[in-house]
């Protein structure tokens, strides 16, 4: 994939935040009819036989593997996992030829997948996705740094891990809102996680992402949101007939020194990003 050299610099000046209700760029989908129960079943299957190798082979093959190795492995696992539930993966741009952080909003627990096939990354994710069964252990196989919230000593520690990692030249994905919506709108985003990229000096790039049905409508089947469960979660996805998860990559972004002192760089990086993200989703 070309890779696209545009580095976009934060300003001084502190960007205005909407506070307009966002308006979807197209219809929400209207709820359709349920996949047949033996297509579901089936389809169901073969995600969890998909889900079952995964294990196999973080378990008997990733102990033998370099680490380029793995992340090849992760990437078109990944690829193949969103394929068996359905969903037709569509691209817009490309993520630039320097490795960093990627910042990305959050809908579904399928957002991890999707990003990876896009590129292998390391997710930065909160530390309860540790006890998620089967998807808990991928995770902990596959570079997640591990996140435990409210405890302000262990997120030092964690930014100290992401900044290394970043100068290494490793790609992060981070969901700066912190939880998930349905899709239709964007929470503010959390400037902290972006700190690590500015100590690494590497660029942050916005990918939004947004799933829809056939005809390119908004669809709110796959969100993980509000009371859901996983098991529900996993099974109002396989009851959809097609879906498409589109990933929409916006040009790199990356604080320079007149960004001003303190945290107001990052802050105004974290403005930037949800602004990109914001008008790629809804204008």
Known sequence: MPARRITRSISSRSPAVSKRPLASRSKIAMAAAPAPKLYRIVRGTRVIAHLLIGLFRVALVFPFCSMGRRR?????????LLSLFG???????SLPAQPGLIAANHVSWIDIFAVNALTPVAFVSKDDVIHWPIIGTLARHNETIFLQRGSRGHAHTIGKDMARRLEDGSWLA???EGTTTDGTHLHPFHAALLQPAIDANVPVTPVALRYEDPDGNLTLLPAYTGDTSLWESFCAILSARQLVVRLSIGPPMQVTADSGPGNQ???RLAHALRDEIEKTLYS
Do not use: A, C, N
């Open 87 to 93: 969903f037709t993966l569509k691209i817009e741009g």
């Open 72 to 80: 090849q492995i992760r990437y078109h696992w990944s690829r193949r």
């Open 265 to 267: 760089g990052r802050k």
């Open 174 to 176: 981070v969901f700066p």
